[in-house]
């Protein structure tokens, strides 16, 4: 384990890649003052009690086998604003599971392939689950047969939205109405059969737009 002391204080928190599958929410109790936690690929299958670290600003824990996202489980860490379960095992999540997340300048990333199903459509996990106050989103390997219209307007705060997908879909001018903070819009490794160039409209603060695909190239468009 590394840590970083400022001034007598226990700031910085980093476990990489070892057998770790789990850590005591005690263990913060006489670090109140961590700000960063990153554990990432080691063996956790819970997002660990982070009750004690009130003062926690950034969360890594990708590359875990975790597989649910509790209720309340953020709760009463209004400074954090990076949370990072990237590569994870994400399988079930409900409406306060990011209860708590309150900056408004929340960075959230999330890869999982089974968390959408029947019982969770991409619709309701946006319109009902998803934080409001988001400023980046970025959510990867989901495979969808098409992207379904979203109500954008629920994020006033987004400025950076990634899908990292394996999907096909045509993008209409009604596609991303309402997202009229978005600066950044990337479509990575989907296949974009159709572009409707009036989504632009919808889109007055687009400074990039990136649709790469490893296999077909892509293409990157800066705006001025």
Known sequence: MDAYYSAGIFEFVFIYYTVLSS???AVWQDTPDIVKISTVYNNLT???DLSRATK???LYLQGNRITN???FIFDGLSELKMVNLMYTSIKTVNTDSFAGLTNTDLSLSLSSSNLFNSN???DMYVSQIL???MSSYFHGWVTMPDLPQIKWDRFPYLKSLTLYWTSQFGISRQMFEGAVHLQTLALRRDTIYNLDPAVLLNLPSLTKLDLYHPRGGGLTVFYY
């Open 23 to 25: 850590i005591d929410g």
């Open 46 to 48: 819970e997002i660990p």
């Open 56 to 58: 926690l600003r950034e």
């Open 69 to 71: 996202i509790p209720a």
């Open 120 to 122: 969770l459509t991409l």
């Open 131 to 133: 934080p409001t106050n």
